[in-house]
Every structure is written in C-alpha cells, then in structure tokens.
C-alpha cells in the first residue's frame, strides 16, 4: 500500500486538507499577531495572474551544511517540526513528511549549497508535483536561506505560502536559536 492509500485511509482528502488549511491559517494568524512575521514572499498575485510560485530569502546563524543536513535528516527534520519525517538523503531518495502529508523526491543535492526537490501535499492529485529549491548562501556571518516553490496549482499560494513560514521557515530559526 503506498503513502497516499495509507492517508486515505486515516481521513479523506477533504478532511486533510481542511485540517491542514485551518492549521496553516492558525499558525500564520499567530505569527503575525506576535509581530514574527519576518519572511515575505517576494511577488505578490495580481488580479488578472494568480501566484503560481513563492519566493523566500531568510538569513539564519548556522552554516549552510547544518540547514542541508537538518532537512534531510529524518530524525532532525522530526525533532524541528515535531511531526513524524522519512527522509531517503540520496538524489532521487523519496521523502514523506509531517506524516505523509507532504510526499516527494530529491532531483539534486549539493552538500551545503542547494536541494532541488520534486514536492507535493498528499491532497494533490496523484501524478501532480511542484518543484521546490534551497539554496544556501554564505551572507556576512550567517547563511542566506533562499527558497523557491514554483509550480504548483493556481490558488494553492496563500495555503502553501502559511505552511513554509509555520512549518519550515519559523521552526528553522526556533531549532537554530
């Protein structure tokens, strides 16, 4: 049975994506509100073009190397997010995150400088990937996270956008204080 059977399984789609819509919103509304909302998406949608891509640029007090290995470590990425991470650390490894919520492949790994992923929630429809990429650039005495989603469905950007900033980009810098 594979991830998506098994999620199935344990809720319908409706209910997953329902669930992780109210969580994201929740999260970013409480981020906001405590005045931590540092990290905005570089485009912003225009009524006649909706964002299909997401930009992001964080700097961070840990070497490039440490962010590479704590997102393709399982046990780390586990302990950051606080959810369950399987996480095969090789280009072409499969990954399934948060439990199986976030599903997907590594495309390229360069060690300490840049993951390119094919990435996708669980509630997408089977076959449908975005491509994610972190790069990590040495700036002054810390590293420059730069992260781009590109690729995903017209009207997932405000969803995805709450999602990076409560489950990757807030606890990266809680797990690197």
């Known amino acids: 049975m594979n991830d998506e059977q098994n999620l199935a399984g344990a809720v319908t789609r409706r ?27 570089a485009r912003e949608a225009t009524a006649a073009r909706p964002r299909t891509s997401l930009h992001y640029e964080v700097d961070y007090k840990a ?7 704590l997102l393709l470590d399982p046990k780390q990425f586990a302990s950051m997010t606080g959810r369950p991470a399987e ?15 976030i599903l997907g492949r590594n495309i390229e790994l360069v060690p300490a400088r840049r993951i ?11 076959g449908v990937y ?3 990429k972190f790069e990590f650039r040495d ?9 781009d989603h590109t690729g995903f469905p017209e009207g997932d ?15 990266l810098t809680k797990f690197l204080a």
């Open 87 to 101: 996480i095969d650390a090789s280009n072409g490894g499969a990954f399934s995150l948060f439990g199986g919520l």
């Open 116 to 126: 390119v992923q094919a990435w996708r929630p669980g509630s997408w429809e089977p």
């Open 63 to 69: 070497a490039g190397q440490r962010i590479y290995e």
């Open 15 to 41: 209910q997953a994506v329902a669930g992780i819509a109210i969580a994201f919103a929740s999260m970013a509304a409480g981020s906001r509100a405590r005045g931590q909302d540092q990290q905005q998406p």
């Open 130 to 132: 975005s491509i994610v």
């Open 157 to 171: 950007a405000d969803g995805l956008d709450s999602g990076w900033k409560g489950h990757y980009l807030d606890p």
């Open 139 to 147: 700036h002054d005495s810390q590293t420059r996270l730069v992260l």
